[in-house]
């Protein structure tokens, strides 16, 4: 079956950096478009960033842009969450998910859209 699994989270310093990562088995990785969702304590999911099947679009959330990147690894069915000048607000479970697309270029952001998702990783940012 399919398995997104993320992984680099945990403790950081506000004003640090983090990478995280997302690696897909049993799926045909350049089929889909793969995004990143968050979910603090007490809030519902919400977008992060997405980027489509070739990688040439993305898209990320007002609260992220200019702070956190989006790229992906076709060849190693990965896709990473680059996240610089860390806030204590970006504390939250991270969750990778994959959306079929038929377009090279398209990406979603609502959660709907997305078929697959991985089992999470906490992000903890300290002040």
């Known amino acids: 079956q399919v398995r997104l699994v993320e992984s680099g989270g945990g403790l950081v310093q506000a004003g640090g950096s983090q990478r995280l990562s997302c690696a897909a088995t049993?799926?045909?990785?350049?089929?889909?478009?793969m995004g990143w969702f968050r979910q603090a304590p007490g809030k519902e999911r919400e977008f992060v960033a997405a980027?489509?099947?070739?990688?040439?679009?993305?898209d990320y959330a007002d609260s992220v842009k200019g702070r956190f990147s989006i790229s992906r690894d076709n060849a190693k069915n990965t896709v990473y969450l680059q996240m610089d000048r860390l806030e204590p607000e970006d504390t939250a479970v991270y969750y990778c998910?994959?959306?079929?697309?038929?377009?090279?270029?398209?990406?979603?952001?609502?959660?709907?859209?997305?078929?697959?998702w991985g089992q999470g990783t906490q992000v903890t940012v300290s002040s």
């Open positions: 998910a994959a959306d079929r697309q038929n377009l090279v270029m398209a990406i979603s952001t609502t959660s709907d859209k997305y078929d697959y």
């Open positions: 049993r799926l045909t990785f350049s089929f889909y478009a």
């Open positions: 980027i489509s099947r070739s990688g040439g679009s993305t």
